[in-house]
């Protein structure tokens, strides 16, 4: 399986803050990389496809890029409802997987 | 708007079956250019894709629990299950049935709401 790696675990922010999340994976994956974003108590929800696709629906404040093994994803002038934990997530070989998540918290 | 339901006992005994359905409106499973599967993920824990389904019938299986697992389809009710034998206290977690795009990058674009199910005698 591929190995994915989030960093970092945990971040605390506040509001209007720009942050950023990285995701390495254990080998090349071209750009097969989602983003998903896990409110408390709620299922995942698609934020970002293919690296840096943003979903229709989802704000413009949240954007990724990367290729290969490196991966990052922004949010500018964060919000309170962007305070949850976030997911990334390679497609390129079966089977899929997760990093660890990133769990971003009010300062 | 695709919405997806999971159903099924919330405890299941070691060594038992755990069986869930998922119930899908706003969209056929009979159709092709999705995958309808499940994820699950450990109360405070990490997402693990455990396999999905093509309208074909052709299944995708997380190796780790495919000796286990089965998932098939109910087309006439627009419905998937999971069965997952010989189960553990290591398989207790919430199961999302979901939705992916067949293509670049495979994104899972819908979810379930989630059920837990837990392993416990």
């Known amino acids: 399986d591929i190995l994915v790696t989030q960093s970092p675990s945990s971040l605390s922010a506040s509001v209007g803050d720009r942050v950023t999340i990285t995701c390495r994976t254990g080998q090349a994956i071209g750009d097969f990389l989602n983003w998903y974003q896990q409110q408390p108590g709620k299922a995942p929800q698609l934020l970002i496809s293919a690296a840096s696709n943003l979903e229709i629906g989802v704000p413009s404040r949240f954007s990724g890029i990367g290729s290969g093994t490196n991966f990052i994803l922004t949010i500018t002038s964060l919000q309170p409802e962007d305070f949850a934990t976030y997911f990334c997530?390679?497609?390129?070989?079966?089977?899929?997987?997760f990093g660890q998540g990133t769990k971003v918290e009010i300062k | 708007q695709v919405h997806l339901q999971e159903s099924g006992p919330g405890l299941v005994k070691p060594s038992q079956t755990l069986s869930l359905t998922c119930t899908v409106s706003g969209g056929s499973i009979s159709l092709g250019g999705y995958y309808w599967g499940w994820v699950r993920q450990p109360p405070g824990g990490g997402l693990e894709w455990v396999g999905y389904?093509?309208?074909?019938?052709?299944?995708f299986y997380n190796p780790s629990l495919k000796s286990r697992l089965a998932i098939s389809p109910d087309t006439s009710k627009n419905q998937f299950s999971l069965l997952l034998t010989s189960v553990t206290a290591a398989d207790t977690a919430f199961y999302y049935c979901?939705?992916?795009?067949?293509?670049?990058?495979?994104?899972?674009?819908?979810w379930g709401q989630g059920t837990l199910v837990t392993v416990s005698s």
């Open positions: 997530q390679q497609t390129f070989v079966s089977p899929p997987t």
């Open positions: 389904i093509y309208y074909s019938g052709e299944t």
């Open positions: 979901t939705r992916a795009r067949v293509g670049h990058s495979s994104p899972f674009d819908f």
